[in-house]
């Protein structure tokens, strides 16, 4: 017995190595091979902690007396009030009052405005709460008509609102990568989540319409699961289901960041301006940035989407649904922006519990009730975990970081030809081919992502 345990935990590091060069390792996992310690859980983290005392003063005062609350860069809440008493009731509550001019009736007033005016491609608005204005971006692709008439309905509105040029476009993140794919493109895993109806891969909407078939390999051999739900344009998510007997086997919930090591997701939230957050996609891997917006509308070519997330997280195509997440905890997946990681840029994201909300599903291996409500307890980041560089006081970090013991579904394919318990002898000249079937992939995927690049050069600004 001791044996067979010894040649498992063998085989999953095997596993864990190879997977991860022909995924990039990014992909949610399946398994783990060890649960941290009981010493490295908490009950709940600082930034989680600023963002519930901030939310739930906003709640109390109401959005005629405040204009929204976000966590300040030495980790303190901070809650943006119109008059001298609602600062002094923050103030009572631990919390720093900012008095400012607009409240959030009048900044939600403007983006009614401006959401009621003729859509114009490549633009995004949001509320910026640190400076108490609505913030109206709009990219190399807007006109300069337009450029004229969004400038002329901003000045009706007034001084609640601020009209900015950014460089390159804002576009959907699709294709470019390795990740999971179809015939429309390819795509990032974000979280697995599960219903009375089966086990799924939540992921971005606009990666493909209901009925696509999903691979874990380029080559269409290994199939995944299919869309069965999509909700894109409005908002940006959908579920992959998982063919029948493909399903994680442990209920668990892991987000694979690299170099055999992963992050257990242990709930779901909504991130709180000024947060530290991390994303994890399969171009371009593991980066962090600050959320500065919440409830953005960005007009995409193919439509526009409300409710997202607005961060400083770089993104680039094939990161598209991909997990948001900070300290363990679940806060959406990636849907697109403007810019690369080479020069940075803005990332806009589907808030995770407004998407498990409406498609009736929890994390997996949490309870129902974790679905759209507070985040369950976080686990802690252990000695391990990847501390984000040049973290002020309260810095977050992704959370407890521990080693995977398979890197999603790519692996399966290799697993078959390496495990000699089972294949065949004439399979194992197969199996000691590994590495050039790995690095034949490598160049084949450079060579698409490429391409991809060549093709859409004028839409990356």
Not at 258 to 285: E, L
Not at 302 to 313: D, I, P, Q, S
């Amino acid at each position: 017995m001791r044996h067979a345990r010894r040649r498992i935990v063998q085989r999953g590091a095997r596993l864990a190595a190879v997977g991860g060069l022909l995924c990039g390792g990014f992909m949610v996992t399946r398994a783990v091979a060890s649960e941290p310690s009981d010493a490295s859980r908490a009950t709940a983290n600082p930034a989680q902690a600023a963002a519930d005392t901030g939310a739930g003063l906003v709640s109390r005062l109401g959005t005629s007396r405040t204009a929204g609350n976000w966590i300040a860069a030495d980790g303190r809440p901070v809650v943006a009030v119109t008059d001298a008493d609602a600062a002094d009731a923050v103030k009572r509550a631990g919390a720093r009052p900012k008095v400012v001019t607009h409240s959030m009736q009048d900044l939600k007033s403007a983006t009614q405005t401006l959401s009621s005016a003729p859509r114009v491609p490549g633009t995004a608005w949001a509320v910026d709460y640190t400076k108490n204005e609505v913030v109206v971006q709009a990219d190399s692709t807007v006109s300069a008509t337009d450029w004229s008439r969004m400038t002329k309905l901003a000045d009706g509105i007034g001084d609640s609102v601020r009209m900015q040029r950014t460089q390159g476009t804002f576009t959907t993140r699709v294709n470019g990568a390795q990740a999971i794919f179809s015939t429309g493109g390819r795509c990032s895993a974000g979280f697995n989540v599960t219903s009375p109806q089966g086990e799924f891969i939540l992921t971005a909407g606009h990666c493909g319409p209901e009925g696509s078939i999903w691979f874990s390999d380029n080559t269409g051999r290994q199939q995944e699961g299919r869309t069965v739900t999509t909700a894109f344009p409005g908002s940006d998510f959908s579920l992959i289901q998982y063919d029948n007997g493909r399903q994680p086997s442990d209920a668990s919930n892991v987000v694979a960041i690299g170099g055999g090591n992963g992050v257990r997701i242990t709930g779901a939230a909504d991130p709180t301006v000024g947060q530290r957050v991390f994303r994890s996609g399969s171009t371009s891997g593991l980066h962090d940035g600050k959320v500065t917006a919440l409830n953005a509308t960005v007009n995409y070519p193919e439509g526009t989407v409300t409710g997202l997330v607005e961060t400083t997280v770089c993104a680039e195509p094939g990161d598209s649904g991909g997990p948001l997440f900070s300290e363990g905890i679940a806060l959406g997946v990636t849907s697109g922006g403007n810019g690369d990681c080479q020069s940075g840029g803005t990332t806009f994201f589907q808030p995770v519990t407004k998407a498990l909300t409406a498609l009736g599903v929890t994390l997996a291996g949490q309870p129902a009730q974790g679905a759209g409500g507070a985040a369950q307890p976080s686990a802690a980041p252990s000695a391990t975990a990847m501390a984000s560089p040049g973290g002020a006081p309260g810095a977050a970090a992704p959370g407890a970081v521990e080693a995977v013991g398979g890197t999603g579904t790519a692996s399966t394919f290799v697993a078959a030809l390496i495990d000699p318990q089972n294949v065949g002898p004439g399979l194992l000249v197969i199996g000691g081919s590994v590495i050039a079937l790995v690095a034949t992939r490598f160049i084949r995927t450079e060579k698409d992502r490429n391409a991809y690049r060549r093709q859409y050069s004028q839409s990356w600004g």
